[in-house]
Every structure is written in C-alpha cells, then in structure tokens.
C-alpha cells in the first residue's frame, strides 16, 4: 500500500542533542512538508521541498535542517540550537503544492 | 498574513444529530479547500476537497464554499461517537504553502 512513513514514533532528545527523525514516501509524489503541532495548536510549517535536491524554509525554520536527495525521502534534524523542541512532528506529500496532503503517523518528540 | 479561523469549540452535538463546522479565511485568491480529520494523537487524515463554489457531498459529509464571503464549512449528518475528533481547516492559495486552521474539537455524544 503506498503511504508516508514516519520514523521514530517517539524520540527522546538530551539538552545539546541533534537528532533526525525520518520521512519516506511510496507515493511518487513531488513534494514534501514537516510540520510542527504543539498541544491545542495547528500545524506550523518548517519546511518544504518541491523536488530532489531542492528544499525552502517554511515559518519556523529555525533550529531545524532537512536534505532531499531522493524523491522518495525527506528527513529533519532537529538540532540543539533549537530550543523548544518538544512537539509533535508531521511529515506530509503531496503531488504538487495544489492539492491535498497525505500525512505520515507523526513523530513524537520530548526533551528529557 | 494569510489566515485561515476555526472556532476551537468544543462542538458537542448528540447521536444522530448534524454536525456544523465553520471556517474563514483571509486571502481572496484562495484556490484550494480542504477538511481534515484528526484523532487525539494521531495525525491528520483528508475527509473532504472542495475546490469551487457550492455543495459537494461525500457520504454523510458534506463541505460547502462561498468564496464570495470567503468562508468554507463541513456538515456531518447522523454524527456517530467515532466523529468526535478535531476537524482542521486548510487553503491553498495557489503558492507553495496550504495555511492549516487551529482546528474545531467535535465531541458528539452518544
């Protein structure tokens, strides 16, 4: 079945830690998002990416850093210079920026 | 800014009843509207595209666009318990970025 994986489920990150959570897609789609939802809040973007080796920052770039060097993968680190990094982490597809998202299970991450 | 406004409820509706999920945004030019379902801790899954003016009906939802007065709504008939969920707002305006409402938490009683 085509679908977006999410990798971790849940991710526990140490004060000064980066760590990568992972994004793959089987649905030939073009482009690709990671989102950030925070409790009661709606999904803030970080950033997209249109095509291989192409990537933009979204709204709250900051602290964060992704590639694209395969069309079907599209990972974020979440560095330590990002300092409120606990959330939940939504990577997304879609066949181009008209329509609509297909999203993977979320990667859950705390600070510990 | 571009801007997309939900009530953030909750919504409480009983059993069987229709369920009325309102949504508004900014940009004139939007081109793309969708409604999203999400499950506490779960991530979001489509339930409805709409993509001009008028009524389109997928089974007991139906999503409705007046882009006139620049606002998009969901209707659930005969809302079941499994409903109860938070229902995202999202536009495209025809850039790069769908711009996500903060989402309307349904609660339908049984």
């Known amino acids: 079945d085509g679908g977006i994986t999410q990798s971790p489920k849940y991710l526990f990150r140490k004060e000064g830690q980066n760590v990568t959570l992972s994004c793959e897609q089987n649905?030939?789609?073009?482009?690709m998002y990671w989102y950030r939802q925070d409790p009661g809040q709606g999904l803030r973007l970080i950033y997209y990416s249109q095509i291989v080796n192409d990537f933009q920052k979204g709204d709250i770039a900051e602290g964060y850093s992704v590639s694209r060097e395969k069309k079907e993968s599209f990972p974020l680190t979440v560095t330590s210079a990002q300092k409120n990094p606990t959330a939940f982490y939504l990577c997304?597809?879609?066949?181009?920026?008209?329509?609509?998202?297909?999203f993977g299970s979320g990667t859950r991450l705390t600070v510990v | 800014q571009k801007e997309v406004e939900q009530n953030s409820g909750p919504l409480s509706v009983p059993e069987g009843a229709i369920a009325s999920l309102n949504c508004t945004y900014s940009?004139?030019?939007?081109?793309?509207f969708f409604w999203y379902r999400q499950y506490s801790g779960k991530s979001p899954e489509l339930i409805m595209s709409?993509?001009?003016?008028g009524d389109k009906e997928d089974g007991r939802f139906t999503a409705q666009l007046n882009k006139a007065s620049q606002y998009v709504s969901l209707l659930i008939r005969d809302s079941q318990p499994s409903d109860s969920a938070t229902y995202l707002c999202?536009?495209?305006?025809?850039?790069?970025?769908?711009?996500f409402g903060a989402g309307t938490r349904l609660f339908v009683k049984a």
């Open positions: 999202a536009v495209n305006s025809g850039g790069f970025k769908t711009i």
């Open positions: 997304a597809s879609s066949s181009d920026f008209f329509q609509s998202y297909t």
């Open positions: 940009d004139r030019g939007s081109q793309s």
């Open positions: 649905l030939n789609h073009d482009a």
């Open positions: 709409i993509y001009s003016n």
